[in-house]
């Protein structure tokens, strides 16, 4: 099945290790996600950083827009 995602919103971040990061947050009308620009998931924290699985890093939000 494929599944369609819209992005809602892009967020320019720092990652801990590898510098500036964008990652995607994106609707399918009823979840969202948030992925990096090559489409890898990662985890919203609570605290409002996300953390990349794949490489343990954390990256923090610099500048968003809608």
Not at 40 to 57: A, I
Request: with cysteine; charged share 20%.
């Amino acid at each position: 099945m494929i599944e369609d995602w819209t992005n809602v919103q892009i967020l320019e971040c720092i990652s801990d290790f590898d510098g500036p990061v964008t990652v995607i947050k994106q609707s399918d009308g009823e979840a969202t996600r948030y992925v990096l620009g090559n489409g890898d998931p990662v985890k919203l924290n609570m605290d409002g950083t996300f953390t990349d699985p794949q490489h343990q890093s954390v990256l923090s939000v610099v500048a968003y827009a809608h």
